[in-house]
């Protein structure tokens, strides 16, 4: 049974940077792993993605140039750098996994994963 973590939220000032990591147990080092994030009464919002076989990444059209994902091979980690954090990048952030590669296409759709974790808190005051 797969099993995801996130920590690494918090609160900080708009203009500075988090970096959330999302640990994955009973996971191999495969398929595809993803960040999403939600505020209340918002669908979950796409943030990025990544395939572990090739590297590809995509990210949402609202964090890119400012947000990257990682990942360690080794532990099966995945992390998500936040740089210029804005009020409007407040919310509930989600690791998601999927065993399969996805392809490109299916990368930002919520539906393409199985697991997900319970999320870690970021706020971004102004």
């Known amino acids: 049974q797969v099993q995801l973590v996130e920590s690494g939220g918090g609160l900080v000032q708009a203009g500075g940077s988090l970096r959330l990591s999302c640990s994955a147990s009973?996971?191999?080092?495969?398929?595809?792993m993803a960040w999403f994030r939600q505020t209340p009464g918002k669908d979950r919002e796409f943030v990025a993605a990544?395939?572990?076989?090739?590297?590809?990444?995509a990210y949402g059209g609202s964090v890119k140039g400012r947000f990257t994902i990682s990942r360690d091979g080794v532990k099966t980690m995945t992390y998500l750098q936040m740089n210029d954090l804005k009020p409007e990048d407040t919310a509930v952030y989600y690791c998601?996994?999927?065993?399969?590669?996805?392809?490109?296409?299916?990368?930002?759709?919520?539906?393409?994963?199985?697991?997900w974790g319970q999320g870690t808190h970021v706020t971004v005051s102004s």
């Open positions: 998601a996994r999927t065993p399969r590669r996805l392809i490109l296409s299916a990368l930002s759709s919520r539906s393409s994963y199985d697991y």
């Open positions: 990544f395939r572990w076989s090739g590297g590809n990444t």
């Open positions: 009973g996971a191999s080092s495969s398929g595809t």
